[in-house]
């Protein structure tokens, strides 16, 4: 399809669906595209519908992800300062720490569950850490993220599904308002209260976009990060040459992990809709019609990587969209990278070829997300 049809039509998605890199960047750094996504349609602005889950959905539509400057750059700029790669550096002692714990833990049973005894469990203690969340509600957040990645997935086909998924996400925002009333009376130095102090002093945010950017950072901050480190090893255990040339030579992991990264995206897709009608690639595409971006078909365009099928972990000049493009590139890439090249470090420290087993693994069925819902090992 890259090389025949890159800009199609899907009937089933009902969406353009790009493909091609310089394609999908092309789109991402157009202003003529908006991010408002589909859930801000005449389907879910029917009076129906608004009457049952209007505030989850007026929540979901705050989100910085599905905004367009001005009101992007607003809420980004709030909490950017928490991301950049000098603030999350000094988070590096306290996630080996995590990551050691972990291991401690599960490495004596002889077998692992790779997603839930690992990779979950560290990307959500340490988003939940900064934000101020106690760990004793992950499992709780684990869930409801997962079930607004489902949202946010795309498929509305079923209604009682996306019913269901709303009143999850519902949940999820409403659980943030006891820790924004407990930050108001005893002051924490965390995320959270950065973020309510800019409510309630100069009303830099609402408190539809203060609960649905928990949310997000939440649940965008844990679930691809723990697929990263489950497709990652599973990229290796499939290619043992490349688990010994990584485990030999430590100075290779962040190339490693850009390339895990690249190689087996965890978000395969993301979404756009142009506000005026407009060409890509020579298709002509209605304002208003869904476009969706293929980051991990682009990220295997030979046009962009030489021989793109090939695990590649000093594949230098890697310029992958697995964190997206543009104004909303990812905000947590350096937290991401650096979670994941501190499990992966670690790992291969202890985890000895041949003897390791890829015993068996599954991934969840989905359009935005290429993730696995296990993956054991012996
Ligand atoms: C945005 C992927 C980890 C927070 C994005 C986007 C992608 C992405 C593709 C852009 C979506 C678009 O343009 O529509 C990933 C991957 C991760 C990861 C693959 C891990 C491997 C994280 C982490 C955080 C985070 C750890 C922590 C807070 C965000 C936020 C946005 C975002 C807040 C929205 C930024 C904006 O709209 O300006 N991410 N992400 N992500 N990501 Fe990540």
Not at 115 to 137: F, K, N, Q, R, W
Not at 264 to 289: F, M, N, W
């Amino acid at each position: 399809l890259r090389e025949h049809d890159p800009v199609y039509w899907d009937q089933r998605f009902q969406s353009w669906v790009v493909t091609r890199h310089a394609d999908v960047i092309a789109v991402l750094r157009d202003p003529r595209f908006t991010a408002k996504r589909a859930f801000q349609d005449a389907f879910w602005e029917s009076e129906d519908f608004l009457a049952a889950f209007g505030q989850p959905v007026r929540v979901l539509n705050r989100q910085m992800l599905f905004l367009d400057h001005p009101d992007h750059t607003r809420l980004r700029s709030l909490v950017s300062g928490a991301f950049t790669p000098r603030v999350v550096e000094n988070m590096r002692a306290s996630i080996q720490h995590e990551v050691d714990t972990l291991l401690d833990d599960i490495m004596p049973k002889g077998g692992m569950e790779v997603i839930a005894d690992l990779a979950y469990p560290l990307a959500s203690t340490v988003i939940a850490t900064l934000l101020g969340i106690p760990p004793e509600d992950h499992a709780k957040f684990v869930k409801w993220s997962d079930d607004y990645g489902a949202l946010i997935d795309g498929n509305k086909s079923q209604i009682e599904h996306v019913i269901c998924l709303l009143q999850s996400f519902s949940e999820f925002t409403n659980y943030f308002r006891k820790f924004v009333d407990q930050h108001k009376s005893d002051p924490q130095d965390d995320l959270m209260q950065a973020m309510i102090n800019a409510e309630e002093q100069g009303g830099r945010l609402n408190e539809d976009e203060l609960l649905g950017n928990f949310a997000l950072l939440i649940a965008a901050g844990h679930i691809t990060t723990a697929h990263l480190i489950g497709n990652g090893l599973l990229a290796l255990l499939q290619n043992p040459e490349q688990f010994y040339q990584l485990k030999q030579n430590s100075d290779l992991i962040s190339s490693a992990v850009m390339e895990f990264l690249r190689y087996d995206s965890p978000t395969q897709s993301t979404e756009r809709i142009p506000i005026v009608d407009l060409e890509i690639a020579g298709k002509h595409i209605k304002k208003g019609q869904s476009v969706l971006l293929g980051l991990g078909a682009a990220n295997h365009d030979p046009a962009q990587f030489p021989d793109p099928d090939h695990l590649d972990l000093s594949r230098t000049d890697n310029r992958h969209v697995a964190f997206g493009y543009g104004a909303h590139f990812c905000l947590g890439s350096p937290l991401a990278r650096l979670e994941a090249e501190l499990a992966f470090n670690t790992l291969l420290q202890r985890l000895i070829q041949p003897h390791i087993q890829l015993e068996k693994y599954e991934y969840t069925p989905s359009i935005a997300f290429h993730n696995l819902k296990y993956l054991h090992i012996t």
